[in-house]
Structure formats: structure tokens, C-alpha cells
């Protein structure tokens, strides 16, 4: 599971939290529930646009040494 995984997921369950919320009330705390949506959904889609600059690559530390390494033959 990568490391941002959680962060995602979470990001997402406020977006929905935030908007289906905001419906339901009215006035200051309606407001704050769609800021937080707001807020989440760009921490979602910057975690997202990682995943998928990243996606396919190898990170450096989970590369086999060995693999790397020239070997005598």
C-alpha cells in the first residue's frame, strides 16, 4: 500500500462528507462543509495526478541492488 493511500482516501470520504453535508444545513456550518469539501478535493486530485506521474516507475529504494550491479562473467 503506498504511503498516500490513506491520505486519498480520506481526502475523498470529505469530499462527500462536505458536499452531501452542505445540502442538509444551512448558513455558517453549511459554509465550512463545503470549504473542507473544497480543500479535500484538491489534496485528492494533487495525491491522484502523483499516482499517476509516477505509475510504472520504480521508486530507487525498493530496486534490487544485485539487479544493478555489473556482474564478471
Given at each position: 500500500m503506498d504511503e498516500n493511500t490513506?491520505?486519498?482516501?480520506?481526502?475523498?470520504?470529505?469530499?462527500a462528507i462536505g458536499f452531501f453535508?452542505?445540502?442538509l444545513l444551512d448558513g455558517w456550518?453549511?459554509?465550512?462543509?463545503v470549504v473542507i469539501a473544497v480543500t479535500s478535493f484538491f489534496?485528492?486530485?494533487?495525491?491522484?495526478l502523483r499516482f499517476l506521474a509516477t505509475a510504472g516507475i520504480p521508486?530507487?529504494?525498493t530496486v534490487?541492488?544485485?539487479?544493478?550491479?555489473?556482474?564478471?562473467?
Open positions: 490513506q491520505l486519498l482516501a480520506l481526502s475523498v470520504f470529505f469530499v453535508g452542505s445540502i456550518a453549511g459554509i465550512l462543509l489534496i485528492a486530485s494533487t495525491i491522484g521508486r530507487r529504494d534490487c541492488r544485485e539487479c544493478l550491479e555489473p556482474t564478471d562473467s
